[in-house]
């Protein structure tokens, strides 16, 4: 075990280069946990660039920190398989010639490897003199559910790319003089998504792979899945459905599935982080009753995932995702008339063109009792009968700059 937890930890042997393009928000986010006793869970989808994360935090904590202090482990190592968590770190204390009593900073990757890994945070946490920060695939946040933690963690889920992110991993820097480029950025952005590794290499076949982890590994293998093509048949329906409401029962009906087979799956998907489901707003009884709309977690995945969608469809998957992180989202029909999101007082229409008439902005018209309206457009800039009319790429800048 020894030479493995080198290789993993080479700040102790000698320097360490930051690794990546700082994802800044979440780094400066993860730090202002550091000193909290709570254990920091650190959620997100397959290789949405958790590990670059946690070694940036790595990075940032040795200029005042003992390297022999700093102890990172991903636990899906196969030479670690046998071992518990514990074991693990009492051999890091012993290598790095540290008492029980003195303070360590722990980064724990693929927790959710190891077999009852609650109860072990847990007891590490009870020893006291360690900093935790433990990271998972994006179920993690439904099993931490389990009660050896509660009131213990802290969730930080990581999300793919936002638009400010995506311009710094492509290199591209838009001075005020060409601002004029930004609505063919966004629309690169709109059709690659934020998966790290894409973004870098372009290669398709990074997404796929992805798709098929988590589908086959995550989902199929844990839970006992017998019909792979059950699935994927529903990932690919959810995938042409983005932004228009489906209820369990019609993806039941379309792909001849079982209703009980299909509400399953739904949930395992959204468990494993990759759709999204919105209610309709309105009263729990009614918001039960109606369909859902679904979301992909990336739209550089929903692009693979089908090719039947279309560029309005495209980018009300891609506001829906800028806007998650306010709270509960949900979208508003009545009369006849949809609104696409509405959250607290802020209403939202995506009306993805350059020609806005009278009909495309009716709907929001009729929705008053919402403080601010917002119509997203290609690249009209305006206020019409108290309803802003804002540019997509402007929208992308400017939500993410919104505190995690």
Do not use: C
Not at 28 to 43: G, M, N, P, Q, Y
Not at 141 to 159: A, E
Not at 319 to 337: A, P, Q, W
Request: charged share 30%; proline share 3%; no cysteine.
């Amino acid at each position: 075990m020894e030479s493995i937890l080198h290789r993993f930890n080479p700040w102790w042997d000698g320097d360490f280069d930051f690794p990546g393009i700082p994802r800044k928000n979440y780094v400066s986010r993860l730090l202002e946990l550091k000193d909290s006793k709570d254990v920091i869970l650190i959620t997100g989808l397959r290789r949405v660039g958790k590990t670059t994360l946690i070694h940036q935090i790595i990075h940032t904590l040795l200029g005042g920190v003992d390297p022999k202090k700093i102890f990172y482990v991903s636990l899906d190592h196969m030479s670690l398989e046998k071992h518990t968590i514990l074991d693990i770190v009492e051999e890091f204390r012993r290598l790095s010639k540290l008492e029980h009593g003195d303070f360590a900073y722990l980064f724990l990757d693929e927790v959710h490897f190891k077999d009852r890994f609650e109860i072990q945070l847990k007891n590490l946490y009870d020893m006291g003199n360690v900093k935790i920060f433990a990271s998972g695939s994006a179920s993690l946040d439904i099993i931490m559910k389990s009660p050896y933690l509660t009131g213990r963690q802290r969730l930080v889920h990581v999300s793919p790319l936002d638009f400010n992110e995506y311009l710094a991993f492509t290199g591209k820097t838009v001075s005020p003089a060409n601002q004029h480029l930004y609505p063919g950025l966004a629309e690169e952005y709109m059709e690659t998504g934020g998966m790290p590794e894409y973004v870098r290499t372009g290669d398709v076949n990074v997404l796929q792979a992805l798709v098929d982890s988590i589908l086959y590994r995550d989902i199929a293998a844990r839970h006992d899945i017998r019909s792979s093509s059950n699935l994927r048949n529903i990932l690919s329906l959810a995938a042409q459905s983005v932004g228009s409401p489906i209820s369990i029962r019609k993806i039941s009906r379309v792909l001849g599935i079982p209703v009980e087979t299909v509400s399953r799956i739904v949930e395992l998907l959204v468990e494993a982080g990759l759709i999204y489901l919105v209610e309709k707003d309105g009263k729990a009884s009614e918001r039960k009753a109606s369909p859902r709309k679904i979301y992909i977690a990336d739209n550089g995945l929903l692009n693979v995932l089908t090719e039947h969608v279309n560029t309005g469809a495209r980018a009300e998957n891609l506001v829906y995702l800028t806007l998650k992180d306010r709270g509960t989202i949900r979208y508003h029909r009545s009369s006849g008339l949809e609104v696409d999101f509405v959250h607290d007082k802020t209403a939202w229409e995506v009306k993805y063109k350059d020609t806005v008439d009278v009909q495309d902005m009716k709907s929001m018209e009729a929705l008053r009792k919402y403080k601010t309206r917002l119509i997203l457009t290609r690249t009209r800039e305006e206020t019409v009968n108290g309803m802003e009319l804002r540019p997509m790429w402007k929208f992308l800048l400017d939500e993410r700059k919104r505190s995690i």
